[in-house]
């Protein structure tokens, strides 16, 4: 079956190999064969990432010490699309990303380049708006500003699905720098029939964009969510709780290359989630030292905590939840064919 997915997203997609959160496009004949390279975000929704990292940085790596011989280099995203580019651009083995970069990446190489290998945590999204935008609920989006972390990623299709569900037209565009939003803002207008403008905005950038009333409201994932709603205000419409937020995907040629080392990867990454369900006190304590890190700005306690709730950690990989973002793409017009569901899902421990 041929699976396209739209020129758009495609391009955007490629234009991605270009920013700075990209390392440089690499040769992986050039890879030093003791290096695994992971991608992920600075968002709690990446915590097993987060946390080893943390481990790593005081001499302790989770990785180091269950896959002995080999080094782990971890690389920080914005979102997936990012991260799947990586993955194209074979810069990365593995990374930590939504369903839906996922599901484009796979249906945009015809199912050769990625390849789901775990799941890793569930809920932690959510749709918030400012307290005076007026947006009780979907009754109330018409002519409204939202911003998701980037255009394809995960949340942005839910958000596009959601509205469209309700009867919405929005457009399909790519980013916006923050100091242009404002000028930009009047592109939703009865006059080129858009009813809801959705503004793809990094995760950094919204908090600023929200307070200064240039986004009516946010679909994204926490900390960030919890972070709206401490320092702006913001007031939850609608919450994921259910949905599939981050799996751990690898690119085809390197694991087939190393079976044995995806597995012992894999296994390692699972027991590292069964660690942070029955540590979460000292888990918490790690995500916090390391997004302060990552991030360069001090993150409380309080905000992780508050975070914490809204996240649920599981290795199970959801054949019905990909199929749901599926579903999601293609009533958001990104996903023109439906790709093979079953074929990119690959449970190295069950082989």
């Known amino acids: 079956m041929t699976r396209v997915i739209t020129s758009t997203i ?35 929704t990446h915590v097993q990432s987060l946390v080893a990292r ?44 939504g369903p839906s970069p996922a599901i484009n990446a796979y249906a945009k190489s015809k199912g050769r380049e990625v390849r789901i290998v775990s799941g890793a945590a569930n809920g932690a999204s959510a749709l918030v708006a400012r307290k005076d935008s007026g947006i009780h609920g979907a009754a109330d989006m018409l002519g409204k500003t939202i911003a998701t972390p980037q255009l394809g990623n995960t949340q942005d299709v839910a958000c596009r699905a959601w509205l469209a569900g309700q009867g919405y037209k929005v457009i399909l565009r790519g980013a916006l720098a923050p100091d242009s939003l404002k000028k930009e803002k009047d592109f939703t207008t009865s006059s080129n029939g858009v009813d809801v403008n959705i503004i793809p905005t990094a995760n950094p950038d919204q908090l600023a964009l929200f307070q200064s009333g240039q986004l009516d409201a946010v679909w994204t994932v926490e900390p960030w969510i919890t972070r709206l709603e401490r320092e702006a205000g913001a007031v ?18 390197w694991m087939k290359k190393h079976p044995e080392l995806l597995r012992k990867v894999v296994r390692a990454h699972e ?5 942070i369900i029955q540590h979460p006190e000292e888990a918490q304590k790690m995500v916090v030292e390391e997004l302060s890190a990552l991030t360069k700005t001090q993150v409380s306690p309080e905000l992780i ?47």
């Open 10 to 44: 495609l391009r955007t997609m490629a234009a991605a190999c270009l920013v700075g959160t990209l390392v440089s496009c690499g040769d992986d004949g050039k890879q030093d064969d003791h290096v695994i390279r992971v991608g992920h975000f600075p968002n709690i």
């Open 54 to 97: 943390n481990m790593e940085r005081h001499g302790k790596g989770w990785f180091e010490e269950r896959v002995p011989g080999y080094k782990f280099e971890w690389f920080t995203y914005n979102a997936g699309p990012s991260a799947m580019e990586a993955i194209f651009a074979r810069s990365i083995d593995m990374t930590y990303v």
């Open 236 to 253: 939850p419409v609608l919450e994921e709780k259910d949905a599939v937020t981050t799996v751990l995907v690898a690119r085809t040629e």
């Open 271 to 275: 027991e590292l989630t069964d660690w």
């Open 305 to 351: 905590q508050g975070a914490w709730k809204r996240l649920v950690l599981t290795n199970e990989i959801s054949v019905p939840g990909l199929e749901k973002f599926i579903h999601d793409a293609q009533v958001a017009d990104l996903l023109d064919e439906v790709p093979p569901v079953q074929g990119m899902v690959a449970s190295p421990l069950a082989q």
